[in-house]
């Protein structure tokens, strides 16, 4: 089958800044047209573990007699499948439904349902302030969509914001909705329990529930099967991960976990995101290291460079922990192993001089790759409620863009290092400027382009990297 989202923004020819933006990039449906009586239109925000809920969502609707449609004029029902984690990821919505109020002026039977984090949030809030809401659901009671299309059908308003301590949605097979048909999302796990005084995750997506490992294995069989090429396990913090089989036979951890996947085929590339500082363990660090198809690559979110700060943020390590874990990363996987970050500037009473401890430990771990941006506070959370937000816009946005310009220089840097050496990429698109030129990944996920040559997408290809921006590397194919 035919992908079912995509990808507006597709990531290519990153600069931090794009990459910064992109953190809240925005997918739709594509054509399933298999006949179905209904359409269905979803726009998926935020981070990937919402875009892989859409999947779940449409496969639930799909038995419920949905197609999928790309275009919101064709659906039937539009469905928003929305972030909350800055203030801005929320507003973006609420004008999306200002204009989605045309079509529904159109077509007064439209249906639009608001999903995701912000559903969780404002609960039945949202049909008051958004008058052309109908159905709101939260992200454990995508399972209920069946009745509450049927309710509004019925001519009412629906909600289900209800928030679940086993909700894995481990039995639904995902029609699979990935992009590109070489790369797939595997959920592993749900919800987080770490409560960082900034976030509002814990409050929308609830308790930290892990998946059946089984069920996660044999999905990455069947992706296998249906010739996907890379998979990435997604979980707020990957390495709490911990399932254990009812009658007590069977215990796994995230690196026992990460080894089960990669055993699946060994030509099946594996990533995860994202890695907790406090938990990441020198276990996965040494799995990673033992199988060639486990991405050299870590998303390890420092937040800040400063104890006190970090202290704040209720993150549970300091900034010597978090130096020890890359030092970790260095000497077990090397020079070579691709380090990201995401970086808050401007947290409830940062000092200039901490500002600077952020900037220095950039310095020290030199990431490939940041995701940046500056405090937004969320109501409902620790920080909301015990600290004052106290940094003004014009120095939060300072800050942040210091921060940006130190990271253009360390992805520059990082990317020149690999000038002249010869690196395998999965390709996964035509580049965004020319159908004449391929668009890959390297193990570390950089971005790599190179003419197209006989090679296609899902192809590995040896490529010799002979230039490189700051977002992206560029080569030829070397057989
Ligand atoms: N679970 C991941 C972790 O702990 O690293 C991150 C999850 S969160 C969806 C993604 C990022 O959004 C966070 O790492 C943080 O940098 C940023 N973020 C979360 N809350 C924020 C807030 N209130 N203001 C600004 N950035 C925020
Ligand atoms: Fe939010 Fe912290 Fe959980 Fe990440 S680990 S989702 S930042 S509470």
Not at 57 to 65: Q, R
Not at 73 to 88: M, Q
Not at 433 to 447: A, P
Request: proline fraction near 3%.
């Amino acid at each position: 089958m035919d992908s079912l989202v995509t990808d507006l923004d597709f990531i290519d020819n990153r600069t931090p800044e794009q990459a910064s933006a992109a953190a809240c990039d925005t997918k739709v449906t594509q054509e399933t047209n298999t006949g179905r009586a209904r359409k269905l239109y979803i726009e998926s925000y935020g981070c990937q573990m919402n875009f892989s809920d859409s999947e779940i969502v449409s496969s639930i609707m799909f038995k419920e007699g949905f197609d999928t449609t790309s275009q919101i004029e064709h659906a039937d029902v539009v469905f928003l499948n929305t972030c909350s984690i800055r203030e801005k990821a929320e507003q973006t919505v609420r004008n999306r439904l200002g204009q989605i109020n045309y079509f529904k002026k159109k077509k007064p039977g439209l249906v639009v349902g608001v999903l995701g984090c912000m559903a969780e949030r404002l609960k039945k809030s949202l049909l008051e302030e958004e008058k052309i809401v109908d159905l709101v659901v939260g992200p454990d009671a995508y399972r209920d969509l069946p009745n509450l299309i049927s309710e509004v059908d019925g001519g009412q308003k629906a909600v289900n914001v209800l928030l679940s301590r086993e909700e894995t949605y481990a039995d639904i097979n995902p029609i699979r909705l990935n992009s590109n048909g070489v790369s797939a999302f595997v959920s592993i796990m749900r919800g987080c329990d770490n409560m960082c005084s900034f976030c509002v995750v814990p409050f929308t997506r609830g308790r930290e529930r892990s998946r059946d490992a089984h069920s996660i294995v044999q999905e990455v069989q069947e992706l296998v099967k249906q010739g996907y090429k890379e998979v990435t396990l997604l979980g707020q913090n990957v390495d709490s991960y911990k399932w254990a089989s009812e009658d007590g036979t069977e215990a796994v951890n995230f690196a026992q976990l990460l080894e089960k996947v990669a055993l699946v085929h060994p030509d099946l590339r594996v990533r995860f995101s994202t890695s907790h500082p406090k938990d990441i363990t020198d276990e996965v660090l040494y799995t990673i290291k033992k199988y060639d198809n486990i991405c050299k690559y870590i998303h390890l979110p420092a937040q800040s460079g400063n104890s006190r700060v970090l202290e704040l943020m209720n993150r549970t390590y300091d900034r010597d922990w978090y130096i020890n874990r890359v030092d970790a990363i260095r000497s077990i996987l090397g020079e070579d192993c691709g380090i990201s970050s995401d970086m808050i500037s401007g947290f409830c009473t940062e000092t200039e001089e901490e500002h600077q401890d952020t900037l220095s430990l950039m310095d020290y771990v030199q990431y490939d790759y940041a995701y940046m941006f500056f405090y937004s506070e969320r109501p409902g959370t620790l920080a909301a409620r015990k600290l004052e937000d106290d940094i003004p816009l014009e120095t939060k946005k300072r800050r942040l863009a210091e921060i940006i310009d130190r990271q253009r220089e360390h992805s520059l840097i990082r990317n020149q290092m690999v000038l002249g050496q010869v690196h395998k990429v999965l390709v996964e698109n035509f580049s965004k400027k020319s159908d004449e030129f391929l668009s890959g990944r390297n193990d570390q996920n950089k971005v790599v382009i190179f003419p197209k040559k006989h090679y296609k997408k899902g192809d590995y290809v040896n490529v010799l990297v002979n230039d490189c921006s700051v977002g992206t590397l560029f080569g030829e194919a070397v057989d």
